[in-house]
């Protein structure tokens, strides 16, 4: 008599979907209330700020949620789309590798560029710099808002091209594809963050009010992300052959939409800056910076654990022939990222919160925890998924916090550099780890995680020596 073994497809408990909605829906509706003082830092439903600024929040909101659901959309049908093809698995690790090639060399080279192509203003040299390199900076001239708003348009064109080129080519180049996109996804890790920053400043807001876009960047990144995933599983609709190319559509539309939103009202023409004048102020406030040093490895070690997180956690979680349904966790990890997000105002929004540096300290060695265990043992499913849970959760709550760390830390005008930079570390060791597991199989996966957790332990202890050499806590924040 045979024996028949059934076997069971893992899913997540539906509640789990209730928890992480109610949960943020908490969190938000109920941040008003806590600590009502007249020196309280502005909220999400404070409808006192002025009508500028909310019309500007909520503008660039849409768009950077446009500008998400676009990134998410070609990550999500990307792998089926060269499995469709009859890419072979060398050929999409090699894809893999152009793709962070570019984002090391061309997304660095562009976030510099986008601090130079900036308008005048003959106060930068007396503000920015030491007294003795001012008389060399008479010319420079003021980030604006305009040059931010020319490379997040460079965004949607690139978006718009590979749309248009795979609606056009019936196969279209994946390097070429891989190229345009990885600069694409540099543009947005800096750029829309950049522009949001400098156009905060022009309006003249007090610093704290940029405290719920950051944490709002997070959310609506997370829950576009979502979205981006429901979109591409309902225009796929199960059938390859017919229906492959349809998210090249939406993109196409997504991205024309957004260019829209963006163009409207343009009117200044930047100038560009003297190349020497920026490299003096680079030189002097980023490279010349400690404690820019510092903020920019912990956002690296942040950068590189998530970007091996998302290369590896399938892989991770099916290891020894489990049978998982990963597109219904793939939500749950997106949702506990939200949540993390909404914990950053309930911390850091009162005047007597605790300082960035501290908790964030505690944040990333939890974080290094998490996948130090996931690299010794792969453990149970529940267990995994728990841990990557909070691994999200983390995330969630250190983006933000970096981002106002850039702000207490970096000019504005520098920021693009700053960031960009600061990614370049991350991927480069992402295009080392690739090459030594993709080609050579020298190392294994447990080994990569391993290597994303003590980069974090690592930033961790850059974060614990800001703390010792950086300002006091809401030095300058609440300020205008």
């Known amino acids: 008599m045979g024996v028949v073994i059934e076997s069971e497809v893992w899913e997540p408990n539906r509640a789990l979907y209730v928890f992480i909605s109610v949960s943020c829906f908490l969190s938000i509706f109920s941040l008003p209330r806590p600590w009502a003082s007249s020196n309280r830092s502005p909220t999400l439903f404070d409808h006192s ?35 469709y093809y009859g890419v072979g698995r060398g050929y999409m690790v090699l894809s893999l590798c152009v793709a962070y090639a570019a984002a090391l060399f061309l997304g660095t080279l562009l976030g510099v560029l986008s601090d130079l192509i900036i308008c005048r203003n003959r106060s930068f040299a007396r503000v920015l710099l030491p007294k003795k390199w001012s008389f060399k900076l008479n010319a420079f001239r003021l980030g604006n808002t305009r040059s931010q708003k020319k490379i997040c348009l460079i965004f949607f064109i690139l978006h718009l091209f590979v749309g248009v080129w795979k609606k056009i080519i019936g196969h279209p180049s994946i390097w070429l594809a891989s190229v345009c996109l990885s600069i694409a996804s540099s543009i947005f890790s800096f750029s829309f963050e950049t522009w949001m920053v400098v156009e905060h400043d022009k309006l003249g807001h007090r610093q704290d009010t940029l405290n719920n876009l950051f944490w709002l960047m997070t959310f609506t990144e997370s829950a576009s992300l979502i979205g981006s995933q429901v979109m591409a599983n309902w225009l796929v609709n199960n059938n390859v052959e017919k229906s492959l190319l349809s998210p090249s559509t939406a993109a196409i539309l997504l991205a024309i939409l957004s260019i829209i939103l963006l163009t409207r009202g343009w009117k200044e023409v930047p100038q560009k800056a003297a190349f020497e004048d920026y490299r003096i102020s680079f ?3 980023i490279f010349g910076d400690k404690r820019v040093w510092l903020l920019g490895c912990a956002q690296a070690s942040v950068q590189l654990s998530v970007a091996v997180f998302w290369i590896l956690w399938g892989p991770t979680i099916v290891a020894d022939g ?47 925890l998490i996948l130090s265990i996931v690299a010794y043992d792969y453990q149970e499913i529940h267990v995994l998924v728990t841990l990557f849970f909070v691994f999200h959760a983390c995330v969630g709550l250190i983006l933000p916090s970096l981002a106002r760390l850039r702000t207490m830390y970096v000019p504005n005008e520098l920021r693009g550099g700053m960031i960009s930079l600061s990614l370049a570390p991350a991927h480069a060791a992402i295009l ?9 199989q020298n190392i294994e996966n447990s080994t990569m995680i391993a290597f994303t957790a003590v980069g974090l332990f690592t930033g961790a202890g850059c974060l614990h020596l800001l703390r010792r050499w950086g300002k006091q806590p809401h030095q300058n924040w609440h300020k205008k």
């Open 432 to 440: 080392f780890l690739l090459v030594q597991r993709g080609y050579y």
């Open 49 to 83: 700020l002025p009508s500028s600024l909310l019309r500007f929040q909520r503008r660039f909101l849409l768009i950077y949620s446009l500008a998400s659901v676009m990134e998410g959309l070609w990550s999500v049908v990307g792998e089926n789309e060269l499995a």
């Open 283 to 285: 030189a002097a406030y």
């Open 322 to 368: 489990r049978e998982v349904h990963l597109g219904l966790i793939y939500p749950c990890l997106l949702g506990a990222r939200m949540l993390g997000s909404t914990i950053f105002p309930w911390f850091f929004s009162r005047p007597s919160s605790p300082r960035i540096e501290d908790c964030l300290v505690y944040v990333f060695i939890v974080m290094g």
